[in-house]
C-alpha cells in the first residue's frame, strides 16, 4: 500500500493518506493532482507537496521508540550495577542492543523530502532511492533559515 505522510503547506495539520490520484489535506481545502507519470508507476521522482526534487531513502524507525529502549536499558542496566548484579546489567545492555537491532533490520524503507519532510511509504522503485546525504539536508536548512529570515524583515517593513 502506497501511503504519503505530509504536513498542510497550507493549515500545517499532518496526515497520512492512501496515495491514490491526489493528495488532499482532510482539514481544509488544499490539495494537489498527482502526475499522471506517478500514478502509473508509483513511483515518486519529486516531491508531490513541494516539488523538490531531492528526496532520501531512510529506514522507516521511530526514533522514539529507539530512545525509549535505550532510555530505559540505561535505567535499568545502572539500578542493576548499584545492586552489584553485574551479570543483569549486561544482559539488560546486550537485549536493548539486540532489540533495537532486531526492530531496525525488519523495518521498511521510506522516501522522505529534504525540504518539507513528506514521507512516502510503499512506493515502487523505492530501494533505488539516494540514501541521506547531510550535505544536502544542510543545504535546504540554510535555505530554510534564509527564508524565514526574509519573510521576517518582509514583515518588520511592511
Ligand atoms: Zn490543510
Ligand atoms: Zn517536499
Redesign the pocket.
Same mark, same amino acid.
Given at each position: 500500500m502506497t501511503n504519503i505522510t505530509f504536513a498542510?503547506?497550507?493549515? %500545517?495539520?499532518t496526515s497520512r493518506l492512501p496515495l491514490v490520484d491526489s493528495v488532499a489535506?482532510?482539514?481544509? %481545502?488544499?490539495h494537489q493532482a498527482l502526475p499522471a507519470s506517478v500514478s502509473e508507476s508509483q513511483e515518486v521522482q519529486e516531491c508531490l507537496v513541494c516539488g523538490c526534487q531531492e528526496l532520501f531513502l531512510r529506514k522507516d524507525f521511530s526514533q522514539r521508540l529507539g530512545v525509549a529502549i535505550v532510555v530505559f536499558a540505561a535505567l535499568t542496566s545502572s539500578i542493576a550495577w548499584a545492586y552489584h548484579m553485574l551479570y543483569l546489567t549486561y544482559a539488560v545492555l546486550f537485549a536493548a542492543a539486540a532489540l533495537d537491532l532486531v526492530l531496525y533490520s525488519s523495518v521498511g524503507n521510506l522516501l522522505q523530502c529534504y525540504r518539507c519532510n513528506t514521507e512516502y511509504r510503499g512506493l515502487a522503485g523505492l530501494e533505488s532511492g539516494e540514501p541521506f546525504s547531510l550535505e544536502t539536508h544542510e543545504r535546504y536548512r540554510q535555505q530554510a533559515i534564509r527564508l524565514a529570515e526574509t519573510q521576517a524583515s518582509q514583515a518588520k517593513g511592511a
Open positions: 498542510c503547506p497550507e493549515c %500545517d495539520t489535506c482532510p482539514a481544509c %481545502d488544499w
